[in-house]
């Protein structure tokens, strides 16, 4: 069983910033492609941002946060970041780091094997 656990999430206000971190499975860290995912409200969840294995040199972003946010990761911490600027109320969910072991980069959330327990982050106007 793969564990993530994430941190960093709470409040910010339109335009501001905030810094998720999720922390990955150890040695085996670099051998998943890695991201995240959020969830609103009374809405699905939906993929965010993901990055490769190995390295990381590959990383796609929905169109809703292009441009705004960043994912990287630290393999020799075995740790996930998401960077995300230029917030916006519709940013408010709960976030959620994924890890693959099948996929180079996933995605899609159902591309996604494991999931941690998700922080909130919420964004006021």
């Not at 929905?62 to 994912?71: L, P």
Request: with cysteine.
């Amino acid at each position: 069983q793969v564990q993530l656990v994430e941190s960093g999430g709470g409040s910010a206000q339109a335009g501001g910033s905030l810094r998720l971190s999720c922390a990955g499975p150890g040695r085996t860290f670099s051998s998943y492609s890695m991201g995240w995912a959020r969830q609103a409200p009374g809405k699905e969840r939906e993929f965010v941002a993901g990055i490769s294995w190995s390295g990381g040199s590959k990383t796609h972003y929905s169109d809703s946060v292009k441009g705004r946010f960043t994912i990287s990761r630290d393999n020799a911490k075995s740790t996930l970041y998401l960077q995300m600027n230029n917030l916006k109320p519709e940013d408010t969910a709960v976030y959620y780091c994924a890890a693959s072991s099948f996929k180079e980069i996933a995605t899609m959330t159902y591309e996604y094997e494991y999931w941690g327990q998700g922080t909130q982050v919420t964004v006021s106007s």
